[in-house]
């Protein structure tokens, strides 16, 4: 090594050479994610949200009549436990989801009936869940005259 700071072979110490590799690297990386983050990351969550075999099923949303605050006893349950939930039915137009309002009394009475006469085990039964709503949809669907439930939401579903 001599006096001034360099190798024998002429090199200085100091890794001064590094630095461009460095900031070269980390700019390809940033540059790298902008690209793929707004290039190909749409295509991306695009083809993760189509149904198995590619074909994307088409259907208009309809409108959401929520009841909230429902708590019920379930059976067998001697008043020891309790279920709380908020139940949504999405319908096929804003009109049916105003009849399902205006009958609001008799459709939340009929939920709870549904609902008080399952058991703990039923009720916490993931796996039985979508035979709930389907039976919970029935429910709703016999007091509307004109229009269709198409589906029933368990945003909030706490049993203690």
Do not use: C, W
Not at 87 to 92: G, I
Not at 106 to 127: C, H, I, P
């Amino acid at each position: 090594m001599r006096e001034d700071g360099s190798l024998e072979g002429g090199s200085r110490r100091g890794g001064r050479g590094l630095l461009p590799v460095v900031a070269g690297l980390v700019a390809g990386l940033v540059l790298g994610g902008a690209v793929g983050g707004y290039a190909l990351g749409p295509l991306v969550v695009k083809r993760l949200s189509e149904p198995a075999g590619g074909a994307v099923e088409a259907r208009e949303r309809g409108a959401i009549h929520v009841m909230e605050g429902l708590v019920v006893n379930p059976a067998d349950s001697q008043g020891l436990r309790f279920l709380v939930a908020t139940v949504a039915f999405e319908v096929d137009s804003p009109a049916t989801a105003e009849e399902l309002a205006a009958r609001d009394a008799e459709v939340r009475d009929a939920v709870l009936g549904v609902l008080g006469s399952k058991t703990v085990a039923q009720l916490a039964d993931v796996g039985g869940r979508e035979a709930l709503k389907e039976e919970l949809r029935a429910v709703a669907a016999g007091m509307v005259e004109k229009g269709e439930v198409r589906r029933v939401y368990l945003p909030q579903f706490v049993i203690q």
